[in-house]
């Protein structure tokens, strides 16, 4: 076995010469957000570093990522993996020619066996490929499991149940949901964008996203209201007010000292959740999650996507990046970043020995959510789908819904005269049909 | 003298109105420190701790829980001795070549008579004002990327060497200068730079000490543009590292506090002994 | 100038060429002035001007604020942004707000607190540099301080309110749209006085001696002191802090967005911040190009009322 490494050694360093004599090392560049995870990021891809000499990847922590990255591709720079927030971003940048179109790429090196079915459409400006999907994500209804227990509750499947239960949890006076903006003003939009699917239904959504119904369908009406009502009960966080100031420290503090039951939030938070609870949190608590609770009782689950990843149109080496992109999305490299480094793994086929050593109420959650998408369970997210005016719009003028400056009529229909501008300027994120 | 006299007269209210004043100026300090005194404790702290007496806030939040170095040793670990030596490189420089361009600008605005001066002046500060960085950022990054100064010094500190107030103080204070002094000069034949260098700059100690500090302290804390111009990290400043402890789904809480700690240390160092040049220079009272 | 003919500007160019007093006169008003100037101007067109008059024509155009093509559209932006966005008045309103509280509320506690300061003989120092800490904090951490501090659960005020048995304190300052925007300014405001408090104590501190004492041989009071020998001997910061204090106001943009980006339901807003959503999350980076040229017209405004005031003798 020694004897192996020894030799397997000494071929890569006589790789290593041979390739420095015959032509450069070529560097590839990816930002990272913060220090701690570009760190962990960096020691999975050291390991395609080691067996790649003539291709070094770097990973470099670049604060306020996206801000740098769309200022820097747009003037000419920028590093050669340019990943985004979604899209809508991926959108403009094709359109700008700032990203190289990926299809032959795709072809070429096996990507569209490597992704799901609908993953790389998410990736289509006008019918070519631009951008690979990564970071699947969805939100789900963590809950205080030592709390539900000691009063005897259950996660609620419906939300008639919910709203059943909230009202139990009030009186007990106990918060139902540890919920508030203070700390991302977006958060608005995940229960806009929940509630739309939970309750309007994912087929709805889909029709109004395509332009087949308005926004002030009847449906949508009254998932508005719900979320409203649940808004001015104080449900969400205790008071409308508090919901406005509570970061996210406090709303998991609550939530896992038991202040309150339950909180809707993504997948994203599998990380920092444990943080909260048992001796780390000072308490003797447990949590676990649950689907959130639709109108029909059935499990839905939206589908995000926290980035994607493109080709710089200024790289000199397009065919490096896509090769290393190729080992950065495969089920092993993805497999590795999930468990290490608690990245939500892109849309592609994961066996399941690739998320082995995981908790296993993350494991579960990905694997409900990849069963959700086989089986038209699947419903959007806003900040993938939507289009970037009304995205923004969803989650500002939600606000006014609540403080009561308008109705939800109002709402709806000022969404709705945004979206139809966006629709029929072409400005929509590829949406999968279904 | 006079104060004397009252003193002797009135010992009562001489007593009474200091214990007053110190008594007004403690409660003042308090508001400001109290959430000092939680951020110095708060970086001596373990991250997940961090909140645990501000929430809800008591005394205890004002000392350090579990008292640990974690935070300042992760930074150091990560280069930031590097950026605090990159941040002191990057405003030394930035204060004796961009001081010099203003300083010669500033001295022909003040003292010389040409035609459009009032309009280019104008013209100079009022673009600067032309904010938000956020937009002319991107066409500045296009012209820095077309000449190669990407992850480079010079990227770094050109754009730092324009700045409107430091042009504004230097045009103030020299045109308050004394015309006899400059005429004798010019009289014996010295030459316009000998004159600045030799009568003006040796009695402009104000301005060039407030220019100096405005510039030192801009550099200190600048961010977007090292972080957009260098993203490399050989070349990365103190506000930027600190930046990395703030995460898409949390931030690190001790780092980001005593990173800001050692951040602040630099300016505040500076600032307390030269303060008064600062109020000389936009007034024109320093000249000796 | 424009009605005298050209021939004879070439024969008197020719001229003058040869005439002693009028080389002079070009290397005194021309060619040493703009000597003196070329370093910093050959710097400033290139890192300020040139992107900023690119920022001026991005405003006359469709530009996403991302890539590199853009349409030519007149003044379409400016069109929009003024008879037709409801929310540019509101901003507008605000910003206004803000600049009433910043030229008030810190100039009063920086005039008190420096009046109060240069009568002390002992820590004047170790008072002043406390003072000053806030200033050079980062602006992530000041508000990150005072979010929690200002936290209706478990801040300040409910510590006060438990204390006290008075209910009132334990308001949630940040998420009340009455509030949002004033508990902001407190903020900013905590962070920002100390800066003018040292200003005007450094200047108090300039002011001669000999000027109180014959205040008080005249017999003047405290009140007259301040009023006939402080307030004239701080004058000149006092007016150009008033003035920049001004133009800030509307460029007022990181403690907003680090603490409401807005909130609540809009009644947070400000120009800059409308401007930020507008061109790097709704991808119309003309129409923010538009807003910034508004901010900058407003901030060249104030600075003409000053030159203004100062040509007509004001001592500013």
């Given at each position: 076995m020694k004897r192996l490494k020894i030799c397997f050694g000494m071929l890569v360093l006589l790789l290593a010469l041979s390739s420095v004599g015959a032509q450069d090392v070529t560097t590839v560049s990816m930002w990272f957000g913060e220090s701690e995870y570009a760190q962990c990021i960096t020691e999975v891809v050291n390991g395609f570093n080691d067996v790649n000499p003539a291709l070094q990847i770097e990973i470099i922590p670049q604060a306020d990522t996206w801000n740098t990255t769309r200022t820097a591709v747009a003037g000419g720079g920028g590093p050669d993996v340019v990943r985004s927030p979604g899209p809508s971003f991926v959108y403009e940048m094709a359109q700008q020619g700032l990203i190289l179109p990926l299809d032959s790429f795709a072809d070429e090196m096996g990507w569209r066996d490597t992704f799901v079915g609908w993953a790389l459409d998410l990736g289509l400006v006008d019918g070519q490929l631009y951008s690979l999907a990564d970071e699947l994500e969805t939100l789900v209804m963590y809950y205080n499991k030592t709390l539900f227990e000691a009063n005897g509750w259950t996660p609620p499947d419906t939300m008639d149940e919910l709203i059943a239960l909230a009202e139990e949890m009030e009186a007990a006076g106990i918060v139902p949901f540890s919920h508030?903006?203070?700390?991302?003003?977006?958060?608005?939009?995940?229960?806009?964008?929940?509630?739309?699917?939970?309750?309007?239904?994912?087929?709805?959504?889909?029709?109004?996203?395509?332009?087949?119904?308005?926004?002030?369908?009847?449906?949508?009406?009254?998932?508005?209201?719900?979320?409203?009502?649940?808004?001015?009960?104080?449900?969400?966080?205790?008071?409308?007010?508090?919901?406005?100031?509570?970061?996210?420290?406090?709303?998991?503090?609550?939530?896992?000292?038991?202040?309150?039951?339950?909180?809707?939030?993504?997948?994203?938070?599998?990380?920092?959740?444990?943080?909260?609870?048992?001796?780390?949190?000072?308490?003797?608590?447990?949590?676990?999650?649950?689907?959130?609770?639709?109108?029909?009782?059935?499990?839905?689950?939206?589908?995000?996507?926290?980035?994607?990843?493109?080709?710089?149109?200024?790289?000199?080496?397009?065919?490096?990046?896509?090769?290393?992109?190729?080992?950065?999305?495969?089920?092993?490299?993805?497999?590795?970043?999930?468990?290490?480094?608690?990245?939500?793994?892109?849309?592609?086929?994961?066996?399941?020995?690739?998320?082995?050593?995981?908790?296993?109420?993350?494991?579960?959650?990905?694997?409900?959510?990849?069963?959700?998408?086989?089986?038209?369970?699947?419903?959007?997210?806003?900040?993938?789908?939507?289009?970037p005016k009304s995205d923004v719009y969803i989650y500002e003028e939600v606000e006014r819904v609540w403080t009561g400056e308008i109705t939800v009529m109002d709402y709806l229909e000022g969404l709705n005269e945004l979206f139809a501008e966006e629709l029929a300027a072409g400005d929509i994120p590829p949406i999968p049909s279904r | 003298m006079i104060g004397q006299a009252r003193r002797n007269r009135k010992p009562l209210r001489a007593y009474l109105q200091p214990a007053l004043v110190y008594f007004m100026l403690i409660i003042g300090v308090l508001i400001v420190v109290i959430p000092l005194m939680w951020a110095l404790?708060?970086?001596?702290?373990?991250?997940?701790?961090?909140?645990?007496?501000?929430?809800?806030?008591?005394?205890?939040?004002?000392?350090?829980?579990?008292?640990?170095?974690?935070?300042?040793?992760?930074?150091?670990?990560?280069?930031?001795?590097?950026?605090?030596?990159?941040?002191?490189?990057?405003?030394?420089?930035?204060?004796?070549?961009?001081?010099?361009?203003?300083?010669?600008?500033?001295?022909?605005?003040?003292?010389?008579?040409?035609?459009?001066?009032?309009?280019?002046?104008?013209?100079?500060?009022?673009?600067?004002?032309?904010?938000?960085?956020?937009?002319?950022?991107?066409?500045?990054?296009?012209?820095?990327?077309?000449?190669?100064?990407?992850?480079?010094?010079?990227?770094?500190?050109?754009?730092?060497?324009?700045?409107?107030?430091?042009?504004?103080?230097?045009?103030?204070?020299?045109?308050?200068?004394?015309?006899?002094?400059?005429?004798?000069?010019?009289?014996?034949?010295?030459?316009?730079?000998?004159?600045?260098?030799?009568?003006?700059?040796?009695?402009?100690?104000?301005?060039?000490?407030?220019?100096?500090?405005?510039?030192?302290?801009?550099?200190?804390?600048?961010?977007?543009?090292?972080?957009?111009?260098?993203?490399?990290?050989?070349?990365?400043?103190?506000?930027?590292?600190?930046?990395?402890?703030?995460?898409?789904?949390?931030?690190?809480?001790?780092?980001?506090?005593?990173?800001?700690?050692?951040?602040?240390?630099?300016?505040?160092?500076?600032v307390m002994p030269f303060q008064r040049y600062y109020v000389q220079a936009i007034t024109g009272t320093g000249l000796e | 100038m424009a009605t005298i003919p050209q021939k004879k500007i070439a024969t008197g160019f020719l001229d003058r060429l040869t005439d002693e007093t009028w080389r002079y006169k070009f290397t005194r008003n021309v060619l040493i002035p703009w000597l003196f100037i070329l370093?910093?101007?050959?710097?400033?067109?290139?890192?300020?001007?040139?992107?900023?008059?690119?920022?001026?024509?991005?405003?006359?155009?469709?530009?996403?604020?991302?890539?590199?093509?853009?349409?030519?559209?007149?003044?379409?932006?400016?069109?929009?942004?003024?008879?037709?966005?409801?929310?540019?008045?509101?901003?507008?309103?605000?910003?206004?707000?803000?600049?009433?509280?910043?030229?008030t509320v810190p100039f009063i506690l920086a005039l008190f607190c420096a009046t109060l300061l240069s009568q002390i003989k002992r820590g004047g120092m170790a008072y002043r540099s406390m003072l000053f800490i806030p200033y050079v904090l980062a602006s992530v951490v000041t508000t990150a301080i005072w979010r929690n501090l200002l936290s209706p659960r478990k801040g300040i005020g409910a510590a006060m309110a438990n204390l006290t048995g008075i209910e009132g304190f334990d308001i949630a300052y940040l998420g009340r749209s009455e509030t949002a925007l004033l508990s902001i300014a407190f903020i900013d405001n905590w962070h920002f006085w100390g800066f003018l408090m040292i200003l005007f104590l450094a200047a108090m501190q300039a002011i001669p001696p000999v000027l109180y004492d014959a205040a008080k041989i005249d017999g003047a009071n405290r009140w007259q002191e301040f009023r006939h020998v402080t307030l004239p001997g701080i004058r000149p910061i006092f007016l150009f802090m008033f003035m920049m204090v001004a133009i800030w106001s509307f460029l007022a943009f990181d403690y907003i967005w680090l603490l409401t980006q807005g909130g609540p339901g809009g009644s947070s807003e400000v120009i800059a911040t409308q401007l930020y959503k507008n061109a790097f999350l709704r991808f119309e980076g003309g129409y923010g190009a538009a807003q910034g040229v508004v901010i900058s017209i407003f901030a060249g405004f104030i600075i003409m009322i000053f030159v203004t005031l100062r040509r007509r003798g004001w001592d500013i």
């Open positions: 508030g903006n203070a700390d991302w003003r977006p958060t608005n939009e995940w229960f806009v964008g929940e509630f739309m699917t939970q309750i309007a239904g994912p087929h709805n959504v889909y029709k109004a996203l395509t332009g087949q119904i308005p926004w002030t369908d009847e449906s949508m009406v009254e998932a508005m209201e719900t979320l409203d009502m649940m808004q001015q009960r104080g449900w969400f966080g205790g008071g409308l007010d508090l919901y406005f100031t509570n970061t996210f420290d406090t709303n998991l503090s609550m939530l896992g000292n038991g202040e309150a039951a339950m909180n809707i939030e993504g997948t994203w938070r599998f990380n920092g959740i444990p943080d909260y609870f048992g001796e780390a949190g000072g308490n003797d608590n447990d949590w676990d999650w649950a689907p959130v609770p639709s109108k029909t009782g059935d499990d839905l689950f939206t589908i995000g996507m926290g980035n994607t990843s493109s080709i710089n149109a200024n790289t000199p080496h397009p065919q490096e990046t896509a090769t290393f992109l190729t080992w950065f999305f495969s089920a092993e490299t993805q497999g590795a970043m999930l468990s290490n480094c608690g990245k939500g793994p892109a849309p592609i086929h994961l066996p399941e020995d690739a998320m082995v050593g995981l908790d296993s109420r993350v494991s579960r959650a990905y694997a409900a959510l990849s069963e959700a998408s086989a089986d038209d369970r699947y419903g959007y997210t806003t900040w993938t789908f939507w289009p | 404790a708060a970086s001596f702290t373990p991250n997940h701790k961090v909140f645990e007496y501000a929430y809800p806030f008591s005394w205890r939040a004002l000392l350090p829980v579990d008292f640990t170095l974690e935070a300042y040793d992760n930074l150091f670990a990560r280069g930031f001795g590097r950026a605090v030596g990159n941040t002191f490189f990057l405003a030394f420089v930035t204060v004796f070549v961009g001081g010099a361009a203003n300083a010669l600008a500033g001295f022909a605005f003040g003292r010389f008579e040409f035609r459009g001066k009032n309009a280019l002046f104008m013209t100079i500060v009022m673009l600067t004002f032309l904010v938000p960085i956020d937009l002319t950022a991107i066409p500045r990054f296009i012209l820095i990327e077309n000449i190669g100064w990407i992850n480079t010094w010079q990227g770094l500190l050109v754009p730092g060497f324009a700045n409107s107030l430091v042009i504004f103080l230097f045009r103030q204070f020299f045109a308050e200068i004394p015309q006899e002094l400059i005429d004798a000069a010019r009289v014996d034949g010295a030459t316009w730079l000998r004159v600045l260098l030799s009568i003006v700059l040796p009695i402009s100690k104000p301005v060039l000490v407030a220019a100096g500090l405005l510039m030192f302290i801009s550099q200190w804390n600048s961010f977007f543009w090292p972080l957009l111009v260098a993203p490399r990290q050989e070349l990365r400043v103190i506000q930027v590292e600190i930046s990395l402890a703030v995460g898409q789904y949390g931030t690190v809480w001790n780092e980001l506090l005593a990173g800001s700690m050692i951040a602040a240390i630099v300016p505040i160092l500076l | 370093p910093l101007l050959s710097i400033h067109v290139f890192v300020v001007a040139i992107p900023a008059v690119q920022g001026i024509y991005m405003s006359l155009t469709d530009w996403s604020g991302v890539g590199r093509n853009v349409e030519f559209i007149g003044l379409a932006n400016y069109q929009e942004l003024l008879f037709e966005d409801e929310t540019f008045g509101k901003s507008l309103t605000n910003n206004f707000i803000w600049m009433a509280f910043f030229l």
